[in-house]
C-alpha cells in the first residue's frame, strides 16, 4: 500500500483496455516478482530498520513503480509513454530528526528505464531493484544526501495477502489489488552518507501489488502497517477512511511463527490514535502512535505501534507528487512501518 503510487494512477483514467483484478487468480513465482503491465499500475516497496556499526538504528524506504498510461495505438513514436517508471526512497535517522528523501522518474526506453516481465528487474538510470538467481534481492539508490546498496536475503516464503492474493480494498470486487508480501528479509549493505560509507545490517519487508482499480472515490486516505514480529511472526494491517475518519474498508493477515494465516474481515481491524504530532511545515495532524486491535481467534490482540521519532513526513510536492506521513515504528514484540494518507489534503480519486 503506497499513496504515490495513487497520484500516478489519477494521472491515467480508467479504462476497459486494462486488465482487471478478480479473484481466483493463480500466483506462479518467480512470474510474480516481475511487472504486470496489463494493469495500470504496481509497485515494489520495501521498508525496513537498519543497524549501523554503533549500534544506531534508522529506518528505510525504498519504492519503485510502474504505471501504464492512456496513449494512443495509433502512436508508433518511439517517445510515447508506453510505460512511465517512478522510484522513492528515504532515510529515517532520530538525529537529524526529518526524513532524507530523494527521487527518480522516466518513460521506458532509451536505456533510461525499465521494468522486466517474468521477475524483478527495474531500473531508472542508476537506482535499480533486481532479483538474483539464488533469490535475494538487490538494490541501489543514490541522493544528494544519502546512498544506499543493500542485499536483502529472504527467510520466508511469500505471504500472499487477502484471498489468496485477491486483496479487496472496497465493497465492489474491482476495488482490489493482487498483493503479497515477503517480510523477515535479512540486511546486509551500505549506507553513505556525507562522503563516509559504513556496513549496516537490518531486517526489512517487501510489499508487491499490482491493480487498475485501487480505491472507490468516497476514500479520502488510508492507515497501513507491516510489521517483523520477533519470533518470526509478519502482520499486515490496513483501513481506509472516509471523510471523518469513518472506517470505509479494513484487511490485513497474521502469519503465526508456525506459518498458519489468520486473513481479517473489514470488521476485525480497528486502528485507535494514541498520540498526535502536527507537522510544522503542512499543518497536516498525524496520529503518529496508534494502537492496531485485531479480531484473532482467541481473543483480541493489540500492537501499540510507536515511531522512530516524530517527524516522518514526506513532502513531495515540489515534484509534483503529495504529502504523507511514512515512518519505522516498534510495537512490543515487532518493527517495521506505518504509512498515513490523506491527512494533509483528502486524495484525489
Not at 189 to 198: A, D, H, N, P, S
Not at 291 to 317: K, V, Y
Amino acid at each position: 500500500m503506497i499513496l504515490t503510487a495513487l497520484a500516478l494512477i489519477a494521472a491515467t483514467s480508467a479504462g476497459s483496455d486494462y486488465s482487471v483484478v478478480r479473484p481466483g487468480a493463480r500466483f506462479v513465482f518467480p512470474r510474480e516478482h516481475g511487472a504486470h503491465p496489463a494493469f495500470r499500475t504496481e509497485w515494489w516497496y520495501v521498508t525496513g530498520l537498519l543497524k549501523t556499526r554503533e549500534g544506531r538504528d534508522l529506518g528505510f524506504q525504498i519504492t519503485f513503480f510502474r504505471t501504464t498510461p492512456k496513449t494512443n495505438p495509433a502512436n508508433t513514436s518511439r517517445f510515447a509513454p508506453k510505460q512511465v517508471l517512478f522510484a522513492h526512497a528515504a532515510l529515517s535517522d532520530p538525529r537529524l530528526g526529518h526524513l532524507l528523501h530523494g527521487e527518480r522518474a522516466a518513460r521506458s526506453g532509451f536505456g533510461l528505464a525499465r521494468a522486466r516481465i517474468g521477475d524483478t528487474d527495474v531500473r531508472l538510470r542508476d537506482w535499480r531493484i533486481r532479483r538474483l538467481p539464488d533469490g535475494r534481492f538487490v538494490t541501489t539508490v543514490s541522493t544528494p544526501d544519502f546512498a544506499l546498496s543493500l542485499t536483502l536475503t529472504p527467510r520466508q516464503q511469500p505471504l500472499l495477502e487477502g484471498s489468496d492474493g485477491y486483496s479487496q480494498k472496497g465493497p465492489r470486487l474491482e476495488q482490489a489489488s493482487y498483493y503479497y508480501s515477503v517480510p523477515h528479509l535479512a540486511v546486509s549493505g551500505r549506507l553513505t552518507r556525507k562522503g563516509q560509507v559504513q556496513p549496516v545490517t537490518g531486517q526489512a519487508w517487501l510489499d508487491r501489488e499490482w491493480s487498475s482499480d485501487y480505491l472507490g472515490g468516497g476514500a479520502v486516505g488510508w492507515d497501513w502497517t507491516g510489521l517483523n514480529l520477533d519470533d518470526g511472526g509478519a502482520l499486515m494491517a490496513f483501513r481506509i477512511r472516509g471523510p471523518g475518519s469513518k472506517q470505509l474498508w479494513a484487511g490485513g493477515s497474521l502469519r503465526r511463527p508456525d506459518g498458519r494465516v489468520i486473513r481479517f474481515a473489514p470488521g476485525d481491524v480497528r486502528f485507535e490514535p494514541l498520540n498526535q504530532w502536527r507537522s510544522p511545515r503542512t499543518g497536516a495532524v498525524y496520529p503518529v502512535t496508534q494502537r492496531l486491535s485485531l479480531r484473532l481467534p482467541e481473543g483480541i490482540r493489540r500492537f501499540d505501534l510507536n515511531p522512530l521519532f516524530a517527524d516522518q513526513e514526506l513532502d513531495a510536492r515540489r515534484s509534483g507528487m503529495p504529502v504523507y506521513w511514512e515512518g519505522a515504528v516498534r510495537t512490543a514484540g515487532g518493527s517495521g512501518y506505518l504509512e498515513l494518507t490523506g491527512y494533509a489534503a483528502p486524495l484525489r480519486m
